[in-house]
């Protein structure tokens, strides 16, 4: 009485097919070139000042894993596309997923305080 039907069964078979194609779907969208190509770069934030990993990176998506390394609570922020990390407190962490569209030198800051005036801020340079 409990065993599946001939015909659930198919139905079944039929649902983890159209699965696989819409699984395949999604992927295949997101291969564009722009999208491929992600850069990862490793932010250190200490009083006050940022050590990057990488100080060029080229055009399209960057990770930025950002580690408070500090004393003091800090932000790793790229005021010109309005990207930060929340507020990082001593010893936490996050990552910050940005795309850059088009070459060039990208200002970032820690707008906590005074921590600019203090040095920390720097370019990034993003190139084609
Ligand atoms: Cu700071």
Partial sequence: ???????SARAFVWAAAVACVAAVVA???NASPQAARVTRVTVGMVEYKFHLSRNKVPKGTVVFTVVNKGELAHIFGIPSLHKMTPLL??????????????PGKIYYICP????????MAGNLRVTR
């Fill in 112 to 119: 906590v305080g005074a921590h600019v005036q203090f040095g």
């Fill in 89 to 102: 407190q001593p010893g936490r962490r996050s990552t910050l997923r940005v795309t850059f569209r088009k």
């Fill in 1 to 7: 009485m409990l065993s599946p039907s001939p015909s």
């Fill in 27 to 29: 992927t295949s969208a």
